[in-house]
């Protein structure tokens, strides 16, 4: 019997998300779907990720309409499947068990067929009520590993002492942190698979979020997984720093079950493997992926067009050349190297392979690896934020400092694997830190609230327990605190007077939608109220008055500065305020909460005294320096 390779489709989520910013309108997602019911992949990932917070906040559209009409139009064609954070969903705080046994049923009755499932720390504690509630509801559990590498050894992490902010840390003791046993081994990642199979997984996937997964440490993993579990097992993996084509091949070759992959105008790079490359290789091994090529082309004609419409967005801005594999012929050369991967997968060759993947890359137009994320061993997309950062602050002549300690960071906190969103976590610390020893500061002065919740205990258990030491160093307690759900308190949906007395959400699906991005949510909504209202009541719609001469001269005096100003050290949105005009503040004391890379910072005082004046509200975005707080 001919072997059968199954496929998911990454493309209208992680592949628009890994490399167009989630910003495709449900206008371009309609213009794709007709050929995808033809195309009848075994599953395509359409939801969850940044999904439902980028289709609110940039886009202004419904996640839950998104998940339904996709589900409409493929019908039973594929199934549809989304990514999740375990107990976090698609935030940062753990969820109570309620939430989320809300969040699967609602999402099951859109359509949704198949839930990712990880946890960022590898705990699977964390993903059992997932499991138990996407299985309660008629849909799969698909629950991932997620692949991470040991920090490196103590003479490549090394910070350099000739100059830069390194020369701070003096005499210091090697890195200490740094010396410990490999953790991250095949056997530690087989029995998380193990584990979470026993929870009732239905399949499990082998997810490299970095792309740092080499050939031949699939070519360990992949037979192992296959050995000793009873479920498919699928392969997750991005090109970003060029072994991802090599890899899917490799896993192809031992026998996984699933890959997934891109179509051509959305693949390589920071993105998975193009599926036409898949198709190619699996052709040359008689391996049957049960996937219509010609709809797939009639998809990747459309996406062509959209890819020109996203460009604004478009981190790699480079196109591969035009390609079809059923109707355009290979180079006698190029066909050569498709050849040469494979011979080079049986003879456990990777620098045979790599040569050749990267040539086949090369000559469609895909990206080149990027060096500087493989060299820093971490995701694509952090890599990116910490640069956003850093271009945020104008701090970038610190940038490779920043890198340099993410291995001690990292290690400080447990050994997290970087996805997110501890990659989030301890990029932006890392950047904060290299900040603060530029400028002579201890290195983790102004912790965000999700590092201290992290190395709290609030995430879960860390791969490695964390310092009694330095977790009161962070915290203030020297304790382990895990999370606690039994306090949660549900975001207030006020009634909304000046839309006619409705609620800001009107069923159970817009409650979930406040529960999960509250501040996003809440924009949306108020706006999407409005919006309703205003259809109803055309007459309300009236401009602005414009403020008097003598208005004007009032404000322009009320706002001249008359004492300290405590300002914005970063670009951020402003989660709360917490002092009133009025009230009496001692240095320290937190002013605000800001939002900044996706992570919460509270803003000390560093004054002591009277506040005057506030300058912010909740939900305003703030720029760098922007007045906060005025004190006196």
Known sequence: MKQKLLIRDLTLRDGQQ???????????????????????????????????????????????????????????????????????????????????????????ECGLDIMRIFDALNDVDNIKSSVKSIKKYGGMADCAVCYTID???????????????????????????????????????????????????????????????????????????????????????????????????????????IVDTNIWYFAGGPAAPAIE????????????????????????????????????????????????????????????????????????????????????????????PN??????????????????????????????????????????????????????????????????????????QNSSNQFIALVKGEYGKTPVPIDPNFRKQITGSAEEVPYDTSNYKRQDNPVLPEFGNVRLAKDEKEQLLLELFPMVAATFLQELRKKEYLDAHPEKIAGKEELSEEALQSQSEENTKRGNIMASPMPGNILEVLVNEGDEVKRGDALVILESMKMENEIPSEFSGKVVRVYVKKGENVGAEQPLVEIV
């Open 151 to 257: 920090p490196k050894s103590d003479d490549e992490a090394e910070p350099k002492k000739k100059k830069g902010i390194f020369g701070i840390f003096g005499k210091k003791k090697k890195e200490e942190a740094l010396k410990h046993k490999k953790v991250f081994t095949d056997e530690y990642f087989v029995n998380k698979a193990k584990e979470m199979a026993a929870l009732g997984a239905d399949i499990i996937t082998i997810k490299d979020m970095s792309g740092l997964i080499t050939p031949s440490r699939v070519a360990s993993l992949v037979p192992l997984f296959k050995q000793q579990l009873d479920v498919p097992v699928d392969f997750h993996t991005h090109c970003t720093p060029g072994y991802g084509l090599a890899s899917v091949l490799t896993a192809i070759m031992k026998g996984v079950d």
């Open 371 to 444: 060096e500087q994320v493989k060299n820093a061993e971490i995701p694509g997309g952090m890599y990116t934020n910490m640069v956003a950062q850093l271009k945020e602050l104008n701090e970038m002549d610190i940038l490779d400092d920043a890198l340099k300690l993410i291995p001690s960071v990292r290690l400080d906190a447990g050994l997290p694997p970087l996805v997110t969103p501890t990659s989030q976590i301890i990029g932006v610390q890392a950047v904060s830190s290299a900040i603060n020893l530029k400028h002579g500061r201890p290195k983790y």
């Open 277 to 368: 490359l898949v198709y190619i290789f699996c052709k040359k091994l008689g391996i049957d992926i049960d996937v219509n090529m010609e709809a797939v082309a009639r998809i990747n004609n459309e996406l062509y067009e959209i890819r020109k419409e996203l460009a604004a967005y478009d981190t790699v801005k480079q196109f591969p050349k035009k390609f079809n594999p059923l109707t355009d012929a290979l180079p006698a050369n190029i066909d050569k190297e498709f050849d040469n991967a494979i011979e080079a997968v049986e003879k456990n060759d990777e620098n045979a392979l790599l040569d050749a993947c990267h040539t086949i890359e090369a000559y469609f137009g895909f990206p080149k």
């Open 18 to 108: 890994s490399s167009f910013a989630t910003r495709m309108n449900q206008s371009q997602i309609d213009r794709v779907l007709p050929y995808y019911k033809d195309a009848a992949f075994y599953a395509m990932e359409v939801w969850g990720g940044a999904v439902p917070d980028a289709v609110m906040r940039y886009l202004g559209e419904n996640p839950w309409d998104r998940l339904k009409k996709i589900s409409e139009a493929i019908g039973d064609s594929s199934k549809l499947a989304a990514l999740s954070r375990g107990r976090n969903l698609f935030g940062y705080a753990p969820y109570p068990d309620e939430i989320i046994d809300g969040f699967f049923k609602k999402a099951v």
